[in-house]
């Protein structure tokens, strides 16, 4: 069991760090950084885009319009972090 939190733990960090590449990247890309035309460039952007709108999707939803600032992975990171310090805190000394 002690092996299963911890494997959710380590696809919670990783999506942690998916989620702000994602973010750097449109930083990127909006101020033109990086070159929309490079196939490779362009790849990198759809896997990113593919991997976090499932989840920052239903936060945009709710968030109020806030011009072009877009908070939306701030409040994704801030829930998985609460969710991985309850898988830390909560449930792993109960299975230990």
Known sequence: MLALIQT??????LY??????????SWLYAFNVVNPRNQFV?????????LTEP????IRRFMPDLGGLD?????????LFFVRQF??????????
């Open 87 to 96: 898988i830390v805190t909560t449930i792993a000394p109960m299975v230990l």
């Open 55 to 58: 989840a920052l999707r239903p």
């Open 42 to 50: 362009g790849t990198i952007g759809n896997m990113l885009f593919r």
């Open 8 to 13: 959710i733990v380590l696809a919670l960090d």
């Open 16 to 25: 942690w760090w998916i989620i702000i590449a994602s973010a750097i990247f």
């Open 71 to 79: 908070i939306s992975p701030i409040v994704l990171l801030l829930a």
